[in-house]
């Protein structure tokens, strides 16, 4: 078992995705564009590159609230990823991205679905064409 599959094996494969609702904290907006840019947000996260997805995904609405959707593997959402994003963020909402009835993996029919699941594409889909582009935004 690699290094990645031992760390995430100790949040108990408990995965699932939540829709993250948060704003850009005051005087934070360059440095994340930086962290994005050059990659270092998340560094050293099990989460990887998780993060610059998140970002690429995201999505920003007129009053400044940013919305995506994120995959964690810890029984506690965003254990692992709430160090990092509440460095530049202020997290407003985490919430369920779907029924947990209907989620493969924690029902037990398919470990680790929630890597290439699609039980959120719907609501991604719907986000994708809410607000704007985050990071087009942040860039400005």
Request: hydrophobic share 35%.
């Amino acid at each position: 078992m690699n290094a990645d599959r031992r760390q995430l094996k100790s949040c108990d494969n408990q995965s699932m995705r939540y829709l993250v609702t948060a704003r850009v904290r005051d005087g934070k907006h360059e440095a994340l564009a930086r962290a994005i840019d050059d990659e270092s947000l998340g560094a050293g996260s099990i989460a990887g590159d998780e993060y610059r997805r998140n970002m690429t995904d995201a999505r920003v609405d007129g009053d400044g609230r940013v919305r995506w959707v994120e995959v964690c593997y810890c029984p506690t959402p965003l254990a692992e990823e709430r160090p990092y994003w509440e460095e530049y963020f202020v997290l407003e909402k985490v919430q369920d991205a779907h029924a947990r009835s209907r989620c493969r993996d924690l029902n037990g029919d398919e470990p680790w679905a929630c890597g290439q699941c699609d039980c959120t594409a719907r609501l991604e889909a719907r986000l994708a064409w809410r607000g704007g582009a985050f990071l087009d935004t942040l860039r400005r």
